[in-house]
């Protein structure tokens, strides 16, 4: 990581000693979100490490009387919301098919023992991460801070830079989503979780 705090862009320099202290306490969390939001590792990866590479060009701007946590959230969801808007302009290969010579075939890393996913599932299980990846991302996104964050309305609004009634609106729906995604397809595990869900 020292390379990224090697020459910061902006007159003003960031204390790299600082920010690495909160980049350290700060990393489980936000990796945790970006999981959640992505629900894979290298999509997840990248996003974190964009996250943290903009907050150390910005940290000039960060106040440290606020949770770096919280401004980490805002950036990480800012970055992921760009992301998603621009899926519809990138053009996705199947990987059924062979590589552009006709005969080499994609390569595929199996993460099914990655130590990222064994500490998602215990935080999260399969079929609510499935429900989530099947909400819309505001809805996911608002899900995820107010049920797994544990984040105030007020917070959310403040990471998602929108008003307390739409973070309402859109947790509410993105609930609805959820039992509506669990019933269909996970019956049962619908039963155990419906008591759980606001």
Same mark, same amino acid.
């Given at each position: 990581?020292?390379?990224?705090?090697?020459?910061?862009?902006?007159?003003?320099?960031?204390?790299?000693?600082?920010?690495?202290?909160?980049?350290?306490?700060?990393?489980?969390?936000?990796?945790?979100?970006?999981?959640?939001?992505? &629900?894979?590792?290298? *999509? @997840?990866?990248? $996003?974190?490490?964009? !996250?943290?590479?903009?907050? /150390? +060009?910005?940290?000039?701007?960060?106040?440290?009387?606020?949770?770096?946590?919280?401004?980490?959230?805002?950036?990480?969801?800012?970055?992921?919301?760009?992301?998603?808007?621009?899926?519809?302009?990138?053009?996705?290969?199947?990987?059924?098919?062979?590589?552009?010579?006709?005969?080499?075939?994609?390569?595929?890393?199996?993460?099914?023992?990655?130590?990222?996913?064994?500490?998602?599932? &215990?935080?999260?299980? *399969? @079929?609510?991460? $499935?429900?989530?990846? !099947?909400?819309?991302?505001? /809805? +996911?996104?608002?899900?995820?801070?107010?049920?797994?964050?544990?984040?105030?309305?007020?917070?959310?609004?403040?990471?998602?830079?929108?008003?307390?009634?739409?973070?309402?609106?859109?947790?509410?729906?993105?609930?609805?989503?959820?039992?509506?995604?669990?019933?269909?397809?996970?019956?049962?595990?619908?039963?155990?979780?419906?008591?759980?869900?606001?």
């Amino acid at each position: 990581m020292q390379s990224l705090f090697a020459n910061p862009t902006q007159t003003q320099r960031p204390d790299p000693a600082a920010f690495e202290r909160y980049m350290r306490d700060s990393h489980r969390q936000v990796y945790g979100l970006a999981m959640r939001l992505t &629900g894979q590792s290298s *999509d @997840a990866e990248d $996003l974190v490490q964009e !996250a943290y590479i903009r907050a /150390f +060009r910005f940290f000039f701007r960060y106040d440290p009387s606020l949770p770096f946590t919280s401004w980490m959230y805002r950036i990480l969801t800012n970055i992921h919301i760009d992301h998603n808007r621009r899926k519809g302009r990138v053009k996705a290969s199947s990987l059924d098919h062979a590589g552009s010579d006709g005969e080499t075939a994609w390569e595929v890393a199996d993460e099914s023992s990655s130590p990222d996913k064994l500490v998602m599932e &215990g935080e999260l299980d *399969d @079929a609510l991460q $499935l429900g989530l990846m !099947a909400m819309c991302p505001e /809805f +996911r996104m608002a899900v995820v801070l107010a049920d797994v964050e544990g984040m105030a309305y007020e917070e959310i609004a403040d990471v998602m830079q929108t008003s307390i009634g739409t973070v309402r609106s859109r947790i509410h729906r993105g609930r609805k989503q959820m039992r509506r995604y669990l019933e269909r397809e996970f019956p049962e595990r619908f039963r155990e979780v419906a008591r759980e869900l606001p």
